[in-house]
């Protein structure tokens, strides 16, 4: 056997690292991931846990979530740069597994919510920052190829989530769902530890702007709040006009520190490019009709075709992995022809798909020649218009301003989702009997399908013809496609 150099065995010695740099930071994406379609098929089991809570308090495990990692997920990308991106990963890290520990320990729906909205800070904190030191660590030939990689790590765990949340859920009940996420925890946090390097800090850089956090924070729980509580408590109540008031207030408030800060939440200078803005405008659209779609479609499998959960998370299966299969084509063809066409091909088809489902599916199981030629339609449709929607939200942005781009998107993302499942709310109700259900599931299918011809109405507005996407671009498209 021939003696490995010592030079050779510097560079060996240096591949292996970068290869437990990159298991790391895709443990945080996959766990970041996994946790967004996990909880949607654990919803049935969450409901009958807490049969005294309505579905609209229920319905804050989703929204809270989307909410704290929305609105810092922008923020804890300049914090890592301020403080260090290790630092904040480990933090990060720390404490989405507090907050899954708390999830499953929950005797109650507050106490649930609470431990969420702890989950997605540490989401927050540990994706942006994950993405960081897997960058640092690779030289710049390979770094396209690596984040295309680590994507597909974030995209498998949500590929795999219905079927996963199906299993842990019926073998060990709902909060296998929140304890499935600490054995990898920890292994990533110590892993970590060893190989993991602090990135350059900038300890002079201002600090970003964490009273912007609150206000974005409250302007968006009051207008979720006030849209959720809405039915219960009268639309003309005081108390949802005093919620409505305070989430104009504090949302006017968020805008005004936005152009006086420093280090503002959201850098209002971005919106000066007509793409970006238009973008941002038609993902916030199109998520709110997804999100509701994605609780929404579970729930109908499970209360009105009364499928087990097992057979709900294995029925659904298909659409991601169908958006898996598409979404790589779907950035080279958008390279070939531009945005505006692919974005409205794929509006056009997720929007067919929606129809398909409120025109076709009745009271009694129709899987086969029904649900699934319309699950593959909206897989096509999403996998045609997400990454694309996430490399178009950069494309006309200056190359050092990709990441807060891409991280500004993924907060429209959350946003438009927090709205949409607060709107399914509403439209599903209470029903009184199997057609009144079976009517508010065909009138949340309309709901999601006209957000998606909106969405697709403003991507009109995009120039027309090809755009240049550098490798950059295409890698925020990949990393940035939820696939279910």
Partial sequence: MTELTPLTQVIARAARVRTLIFLVTSLGAFMGSLDLSIVNVAFPALERSFSGDTTAALAWV??????????????????????????????????????????????????????????????????????????????HERRTQIVSLWGGIGALAVATGPSLGATLVTVGGWRWVFLVNLPVGVFAYFMGRRVLKESAVNPHHPAPDYLGVALVSGALASLVLAITQGPSWGWSSAAVIATLAASVLLGNLFLYRCRHHGEPVLDLTLFRARSFSVTNAATLLYAMGFFAMLLGNILFLTSVWHY???????????????????????????????????????TAIFTLGLLSFALR??????????????????????????????????????????????????????????????????????????????????????????????????????ARGRQRIDDKVAAIGVVDTPVN
């Fill in 361 to 462: 599916v009745g009271l009694h199981p129709e899987y086969l020649t029904c649900w699934l030629p319309a699950t593959v339609l909206l897989g096509v449709g999403i996998g045609l218009t997400f990454p694309v929607l996430g490399a178009s939200a950069v494309s006309s942005l200056q190359a050092d301003r990709y990441a807060v781009g891409s991280a500004v998107n993924q907060t429209a993302r959350q946003i438009g989702g927090a709205i949409g499942v607060a709107i399914l709310v509403v439209i599903l109700g209470t029903p009184r009997s199997a057609l009144d259900a079976l009517n508010n599931f065909h009138h949340l299918w309309y709901f999601s399908a006209a957000m998606a011809a909106t969405a697709g109405v403003a991507c009109l507005f995009l």
């Fill in 62 to 139: 989703i929204t809270a979530y989307s909410i704290a990692y929305g609105s810092l997920l922008v923020i804890a990308g300049r914090t890592a740069d301020r403080i260090g991106s290790r630092r904040v990963f480990n933090l990060g890290l720390s404490v989405f597994c507090l907050g899954s520990a708390l999830c499953a320990a929950a005797p109650s729906v507050p106490f649930l919510i609470a431990g969420r909205v702890v989950q997605g800070s540490g989401a927050a904190a540990m994706l942006p920052a994950s993405l960081s030191l897997l960058l640092a660590a690779y030289p």
């Fill in 308 to 346: 087990q959960i097992i057979w709900a998370g294995l029925a659904v299966t298909p659409g991601p992995l169908v958006v898996a299969a598409v979404a790589g084509p779907a950035g080279r063809l958008a390279a070939r022809v531009g945005f505006r066409p692919v974005l409205l091909a794929g």
